[in-house]
């Protein structure tokens, strides 16, 4: 009988292998991300490479990249690249270099369709010469997303794929989903799905707003500004 | 046989016109692929191409597999080929040329094989072959046991003395083929093409030529095209460059593949043209000593070059700040990895908008989905009168509604007004 307990203990020691209770050990490798409170709800504190990571924002500009942050500075400063497809927006240099990312090592990939994103993003799963790669996907469905995921398994990259805040009715290979929210001007972290017991309450992260600064002015060519703006900025500026 | 006569046996039959100049070209083309195997490559036009190999055997593993990789070579670069071997290059081409795939290792052996040939392969004139069969001498052991004065009389020392070089008794020194500077091979389909699948069929014959070529001179490219030529004369252009030189047949297909996906033909294609000019040294891949687990990190400049293949290569890019206070000129679309500068800006947004979006303002206040809330401010850039692309403003961190943070600004000259410009993801 003590035989079979063991190989039964060795059994549940299998990483692919997890308990209700218990979150799953790292099968993969992870890269922290940074946040310990966030870190300790995750799977192998981190984020997970070479699996994708579902990041359901319920709208643009409430952290979702400063989320991200710590993570892609501490890869992009190892020398491996960050690729991202598709972004809404053009990555504003000043700001990711500011945040500690090199972007020497940030590479824009722009798609034309949702159809060369998606292909995109494989092909820079599967290359496995990546050290993050970020996706904007469009209304991708769960046949596509579970070749990314295939793509991505055995490689050394986090996958992070930014979505609709309503694909979290539908159901995705994703081994980890995050919806982010606000909560009191800071981010509030829902995991709605990992390796291991789900998580009942958001994990509230402090916020990061930008840092209040004092007036900063770039003025080549000396002008008063106007009597008006200034009692107007009066209004909103120190109240 | 007149093409009347095999029309009206196979009528389903084919014609086309023999042309030399093609032919040759061919098989220079060969010559060059097959330089990858030995410096010592001879042209026996016009349709032979002799291997110097016994100083190849050891570093192809063999005999057996040096004629399996000429062999695959062969067929993927679309010839029908017959290999033989032998110690000197007369009698191998004579093996060869009689359908023989012989190997001869013996100078010995040689002789009784050769002997078994049929005069054919001296390729003499119609003439002298028709001389020879009315004496009733078919095969070069017949001929040479004829008395040799007799017969260097009727048919000149030629004959005899081709057989003396197959064995090795007289001398044959040859040219060695120097391959050209560039890379140049055309193919003519034997039908109009109009898929791209058809296409890149054809295409990879010339590839495996170019791979072989650029083996042979230890080299690599960065860019190759390939002209696909139409009825009517015109051409289509396809350029491919690589970030990093290569000489890998199977990259070259996969980045060919991803063009053609996107590829819309507008007339059939006729001829298709390989051209790469700039070979640049390459030296060949060693092995890892002790394989990594779990996979391989992947080949970076591989996976750039698919991605520009297939959308394009502005698509592929990276972002440099510059030393600029105008927000759009500060953080720009540059080339991968360009060196970047430390710079210390204000607070800045992680997304800056295409264009400035202009916003609705009632009641002196902006609105973005209901109205924002102006919390950092203002930073005020007024810059670039130099350039006359000028800019007077006065920035602000702003909160929506539903708390997402933008960067707004207030227009300071002509009409005034706000607009969104960033946003703080």
Redesign the interface.
């Known amino acids: 009988m003590a035989g079979m307990s063991f190989s039964f203990a060795a059994l549940l020691d299998r990483p692919d292998i997890w308990r209700g209770q218990v979150l799953s050990r790292a099968g993969t490798p992870t890269v922290p991300c940074g946040f310990p409170g966030l870190d300790a709800e995750l799977p192998g504190r981190g984020w997970p490479a070479g699996a994708l990571t579902e990041i359901l924002p319920a709208h643009e500009g409430i952290g979702e990249l400063r989320l991200l942050g710590p993570a892609l500075a501490g890869l992009s400063r190892r020398g491996l690249r960050l690729v991202w497809i598709a972004p809404p927006h053009l990555p504003y240099a000043p700001a990711l270099a500011a945040a500690g990312i090199d972007i020497a090592n940030l590479v824009i990939v722009r798609t034309a369709s949702p159809k060369e994103t998606l292909w995109a993003t494989e092909q820079a799963l599967a290359s496995n010469a990546c050290g993050a790669v970020l996706a904007w996907p469009q209304g991708a469905k769960y046949a596509e997303l579970r070749r990314l995921q295939i793509a991505a398994e055995g490689g050394r990259a986090p996958a992070f794929l930014f979505r609709a805040p309503e694909a979290a009715g539908e159901s995705s290979p994703a081994p980890l989903r995050i919806a982010l929210g606000t909560s009191d001007g800071g981010l509030a972290v829902c995991v709605l799905k990992r390796r291991g017991a789900p998580l009942a309450r958001p994990i509230l992260l402090p916020p990061m707003p930008p840092a209040v600064r004092s007036k900063t002015h770039h003025v080549d060519r000396h002008s008063a500004a106007p009597a008006a703006a200034r009692d107007f900025f009066a209004r909103f500026v120190h109240a | 046989m007149a093409a009347a006569a095999a029309l009206a046996l196979a009528p389903a039959l084919r014609v086309a016109r023999r042309d030399p100049a093609t032919e040759t070209e061919a098989l220079l083309g060969v010559a060059g692929w097959a330089a990858q195997f030995t410096p010592g490559v001879a042209l026996e036009f016009p349709d032979g191409v002799l291997l110097e190999v016994s100083g190849s055997l050891k570093l192809f593993g063999g005999l057996e597999s040096l004629l399996e990789r000429l062999r695959r070579g062969l067929a993927e670069m679309g010839w029908s080929s017959v290999l033989a071997g032998a110690p000197t290059p007369r009698a191998a081409f004579w093996l060869a040329l009689a359908g023989k795939q012989k190997f001869i290792g013996e100078s010995a052996e040689l002789e009784p094989v050769l002997a078994a040939l049929p005069l054919e392969i001296l390729r003499c004139n119609d003439e002298t072959l028709a001389a020879f069969e009315a004496i009733g001498v078919r095969t070069l052991g017949e001929l040479r046991a004829l008395p040799r004065e007799g017969v260097a009389r009727r048919f000149g020392q030629g004959p005899l003395a081709e057989f003396d070089r197959a064995l090795g008794r007289l001398p044959d020194p040859r040219n060695f083929f120097v391959p050209p500077a560039g890379f140049r091979a055309a193919l003519s389909l034997p039908a109009e093409v109009t898929q791209a699948g058809a296409l890149l069929f054809a295409a990879r014959r010339l590839i495996v030529q170019l791979a072989g070529f650029l083996a042979a001179r230890s080299g690599g490219v960065q860019r190759f095209s390939l002209r696909l030529k139409h009825r009517d004369r015109t051409a289509t252009e396809i350029a491919i460059g690589l970030v990093a030189p290569s000489r890998d047949a199977e990259h070259f297909t996969l980045l060919l593949r991803e063009r053609f996906a996107g590829l819309e033909l507008a007339e059939p294609v006729r001829e298709i043209a390989l051209r790469a000019e700039d070979i640049v040294p390459l030296a060949g891949n060693n092995l890892e000593l002790l394989l990594e687990e779990?996979?391989?990190?992947?080949?970076?400049a591989?996976?750039?070059e698919?991605?520009r293949a297939?959308?394009g290569s502005?698509?592929?890019?990276?972002?440099?700040?510059h030393a600029e206070?105008r927000?759009e000129r500060?953080?720009?679309?540059a080339d991968?990895?360009?060196?970047?500068l430390?710079?210390?800006?204000?607070?800045?947004?992680?997304?800056?908008?295409?264009r400035p979006r202009p916003l609705a303002e009632i009641e002196?206040v902006p609105h973005h989905d209901g109205p924002l809330?102006?919390?950092?401010?203002?930073?005020?850039?007024?810059?670039?009168?130099w350039d006359g692309d000028d800019v007077?403003r006065?920035y602000?961190?702003a909160r929506?509604q539903?708390?997402?943070?933008?960067w707004i600004y207030?227009e300071?000259r002509g009409e005034g007004g706000w607009y969104l410009h960033?946003?703080?993801?």
Do not use: T, Y
């Not at chain 2, 779990?294 to 970076?300: F, I, L, M, V």
């Not at chain 2, 991968?336 to 970047?340: P, Y």
């Not at chain 2, 960033?422 to 993801?425: E, M, N, P, R």
């Open positions: 779990g996979r391989a990190p992947g080949d970076w591989r996976l750039v698919r991605l297939r959308l502005e698509a592929v890019c990276g972002i440099a700040s206070h927000p500060a953080g720009v679309i991968i990895g360009e060196k970047q430390q710079l210390d800006f204000g607070e800045r947004p992680f997304w800056l908008l295409d002196a809330e102006l919390l950092v401010g203002p930073e005020r850039i007024e810059s670039g009168w007077a006065d602000f961190v929506m539903n708390e997402a943070l933008v207030r300071r960033g946003v703080f993801a």
